[in-house]
């Protein structure tokens, strides 16, 4: 499942990346195709202006100004360009860069271009004989390009003076316009990745969920299949042993102790017995009500013996837990304290030690079971109660399985932490039973 998030998170950040990618290429190859176009069209204006000035009407515009016949043809000849292509200004220039007529107004005559300033390159380039178009250049806030090209004598060899024709970039509405829509685009895909993504997820959860449950049910089989086994080739000989326990408890006092002790345990494993044969068959747990101090008491003084003989430490609770009345019968409590503590002997070497604490709360307590033992791996950890999951070489996992069942029945939780090479510690948390 998570290499499944892990991949399906990676590919939405890449198609991301890629759909952003593309919507950038998009944006930039249509802009310069409209940027080149423009610039191709501004150049044809100037070029085409430029081959309509006459080398006679340059020269009477130099001599004799705005009376000369060759003013007013100039004059004639701009507007109209002006006003028929939607430049916002064009002009004329002699040899020497200085202004002849100039759309702008009569006061700009015999001055200096503006574009001598901003591009003086581009003057110098047409008065050269080679027409050009400038670079973006911002005049006011608004951003202008400007076509110039020679004026020749016929034949093209003598150049005259240049025209200049400016104009705002007109293809910037356009182009604002697609950045939005290529904007939108790409919003909508990454939000249909982004969606594709968390349903592939969830997809993905819920078929982790589906097979985890489908192996619960094997497991549940199994063991139901086990259980029914167990119990048929357990009963008989538990019954022999409780009667054998019956006629041994007719002996002196001290065989009737261990006689009646005998008779205790067999009746206890054989409930054990049937509780696994009633959660194999998927009923659940009925509660009953215990004292949670009494019983884990009971178990301390039943396995404090074992403790010994293995030369395991175990510490009880001090002071001594009062009563603690809970929603679970004691023979239940016994079997669920009964089964973690062995769990924690059996991982405990020699030297080893468990700490048995009670913390009560309000409405809650916490028998706490902590381990200076090896620890259990995460990987482990992660599927611990599960039916046949278990660190013991010859484990089955069903002791934590029915423990954690029964009690999830009293209403409380198991839990379990753990790090490698730094003990276990299981707690049962139970909610108290008023009254």
């Keep these: 499942m998570q290499r499944t998030r892990t991949a399906t998170i990676l590919f939405a950040v890449a198609a991301v990346l890629v759909t952003g990618l593309l919507g950038w290429v998009a944006y930039h190859g249509v802009r310069n195709a409209l940027a080149a176009e423009f610039a191709r069209r501004l150049e044809a204006l100037a070029r085409t202006g430029a081959s309509q000035v006459s080398a006679t009407d340059i020269r009477d515009a130099q ?40 759309t702008r107004g009569a006061e700009h005559q015999h001055e200096a271009n503006p574009l001598a300033r901003l591009a003086p390159w581009a003057i110098t380039q047409a008065l050269t004989g080679r027409a050009v178009v400038t670079d973006v250049y911002d005049v006011g806030g608004q951003p202008f ?43 909508l895909s990454v939000f249909g990745i982004v969606v594709l993504a968390v ?48 006629r041994l408890g007719k002996l002196d006092p001290e065989s009737r102790r261990w006689a009646d002790s005998v008779v205790e345990e067999s009746d206890r494993l054989s409930r054990t017995v049937a509780r ?64 973690l503590m062995l769990n924690a002997l059996e991982a405990l070497g020699e030297g080893g030690r468990l700490v048995v604490s009670v913390e009560p709360a309000a409405g809650w307590i916490a028998v706490r079971f902590a381990d200076d033992g090896p620890g259990i791996p995460p990987e482990t950890l992660r599927q611990l109660g599960s039916p046949f999951v278990t660190t013991k070489a010859t484990g089955s996992g069903l002791g934590l399985f029915l423990s954690r069942r029964l009690v999830q029945a009293g209403g409380g939780r198991l839990d379990i932490e753990s790090q490698a090479g730094r003990g276990t510690v299981c707690t049962v948390r139970l909610p108290r039973r008023r009254g």
């Excluded at 019954?239 to 054998?244: D, K, L």
Aim: hydrophobic letters at 45%.
């Design 63 to 102: 001599l004799l100004g705005e009376d000369g016949t060759g003013y007013l043809s100039l004059q004639v000849l701009l507007e109209e360009l002006r006003s028929s292509t939607g430049l916002v200004s064009a002009a004329a220039l002699d040899s020497a860069g200085t202004t002849l007529y100039d």
């Design 145 to 187: 390009r400007s076509g110039v090209a020679p004026i020749t004598e016929t034949g093209g060899k003598h150049v005259l003076g240049a025209l200049v024709v400016d104009s705002r970039l007109d293809y910037l509405p356009v182009l604002a316009a697609l950045r939005r829509t290529v904007l939108l685009a790409a919003l």
């Design 199 to 246: 349903v592939n997820i969830r997809v993905a959860g819920s078929a982790a969920d589906l097979e985890r449950r489908l192996s619960r049910a094997e497991n549940l089989a199994a063991m139901g299949r086990l259980t029914a086994t167990l119990a048929h080739e357990i009963k008989n000989p538990l019954a022999i042993i409780r009667g054998s326990a019956e």
């Design 276 to 339: 696994y044969l009633q959660f194999a068959r998927g009923e659940e747990a009925v509660a009953g009500e215990g004292d949670a101090a009494q019983a884990l008491l009971d178990t301390l003084d039943l396995l404090e013996g074992e403790f010994h003989s293995r030369r395991a430490e175990l510490v009880r609770p001090e002071p001594a837990p009062d009563a603690l009345p809970v929603a679970l019968d004691n023979e239940s409590l016994k079997q669920v304290f009964l089964n």
